[in-house]
Every structure is written in C-alpha cells, then in structure tokens.
C-alpha cells in the first residue's frame, strides 16, 4: 500500500498495470492483492459491491474488496486501498483487514 497512489479513474484495472504504474483504484489494489495472495497459495477473489452512504463522503458508490480463504477461518475480507498512519505508520498492511466497520453498508456480489 505504501508503494502505491489511489489514482481515479484508472490507468490499469489488472495487477501488473498497477504495480508498473505504481498507482490505481480500488479496483486495481484488489487485482493486485489478489495476484499476491494467489501467487503464495492463498485462494481469493476480487468482490465487487455497493457502499450506502460510504465514510468518506457520505455518497452511494461501487467499491472492489477482496475475499481470501485460509483453512479453518474460511473466508475474510481485507480491503486493499484503506490504510491508517494511525494504525500503521508504514503504510505496510491494509487497515480493513479481516474487520469491516461499515459491512451492514456494504452490498457484494461474486461473480
């Protein structure tokens, strides 16, 4: 996450795009997130869904996460493109990581 900027709208919607560019959307992030996941075994998938009232402005939107699985905790969500200096001075891991305060405002679909 440190190495990249949010960029919209996108240059790239696929991971090595992103990662060359070294910037993209949410929906660049979770291509990338899951090309990282995948690449060492982890099994996930990008999800797009629909934010009622997002925190940040207060709008309806569409928003990308990701769903990855990990044996006997199924499947957790981490959103790529949210990160916290509070919580991580790095800039290192996604803040929403496994926790989503704003899940009863999320609609996803996987398709």
């Keep these: 996450m ?10 790239y919607a696929d991971a090595v795009g992103v990662l060359a560019a070294g910037r993209g959307d949410c929906g660049g992030y979770s291509a990338l997130l ?13 999800i797009l869904g629909f934010w009622t009232g997002d925190s940040w402005s207060g709008d309806s939107q569409w928003h990308v996460r990701v769903e990855f699985h990990l044996p006997g905790t199924e499947w957790l969500v981490a959103d790529p493109c949210i990160g916290s200096t509070d919580f991580d001075p790095t800039g290192t891991y996604a803040y929403e990581f496994g926790f989503l305060p ?10």
Aim: charged share 20%.
């Design 2 to 11: 440190a190495a990249l900027a949010y960029h919209y709208p996108p240059d």
């Design 34 to 46: 899951v090309a990282a996941l995948r690449q060492v075994g982890i099994p996930a998938r990008r």
């Design 102 to 111: 704003d899940a009863d405002q999320f609609f996803a679909m996987d398709v």
